[in-house]
């Protein structure tokens, strides 16, 4: 877009960005009560300054990355994963069940299906945590019920006990996610 006026005039381009910011606050139909302007409207803050004036000039040779600082403490801590034997001593200790190790590898099937079905691996990694749980839910229901045969007391009391599916659930959904690499969003076909 092209604007009628120069680019480095101070003045008009106040006068366009109130006005930008002003155009919200006005009624769309304009009839003819008076336009009342608040306190919301005035700008609190501008500042137009010169910071440098010169050309940008490039360099032959390989290209320098930008690096972010990495030893000033802006590093987050990364969570460990919890292996599938932590689920069993968990859900053990919280809800008094006694699932041994065989018991694990009804978790691990479930983990398996899941890591390898498209629709989990695209869910992770085009959303965060907590998204990802969230369209996560039905599908481990699903693979439970499929799994029921083979496992039928793990099944029923995720089923049955609402507490305990909850537990199942938030700890089943971390290992899937932390078990798909994060990658690029796919793209939309």
Excluded: C
């Amino acid at each position: 877009m092209k604007y009628p006026w120069p680019y480095g005039d101070p003045a008009l381009e106040m006068l366009y960005t109130y006005g930008r910011f002003l155009l919200p606050h006005l009624p769309l139909d304009r009839d003819i009560e008076k336009v009342k302007i608040s306190h919301e409207v005035g700008p609190q803050y501008y500042r137009l300054q010169r910071i440098y004036s010169g050309e940008i000039a490039l360099r032959e040779g390989e290209p320098e990355g930008v690096k972010s600082p990495t030893d000033v403490g802006t590093g987050k801590a990364k969570e460990e994963k919890v292996p599938l034997s932590e689920i069993i001593k968990v859900l053990n200790e919280r809800f008094g069940t006694n699932f041994t190790d065989e018991d694990r590898f009804f978790f691990e099937q479930i983990r398996e299906k899941a890591t390898a079905n498209e629709q989990v691996v695209k869910l992770r990694r085009a959303n965060p945590f907590d998204k990802f749980q969230l369209g996560l839910r039905q599908l481990i229901e699903d693979l439970m019920v499929q799994r029921m045969t083979e496992n039928d007391k793990i099944v029923t009391r995720y089923m049955d006990d609402k507490e305990f599916g909850e537990a199942a659930f938030t700890l089943l959904s971390k290992a899937i996610y932390d078990s798909i690499p994060p990658g690029e969003a796919p793209s939309e076909q």
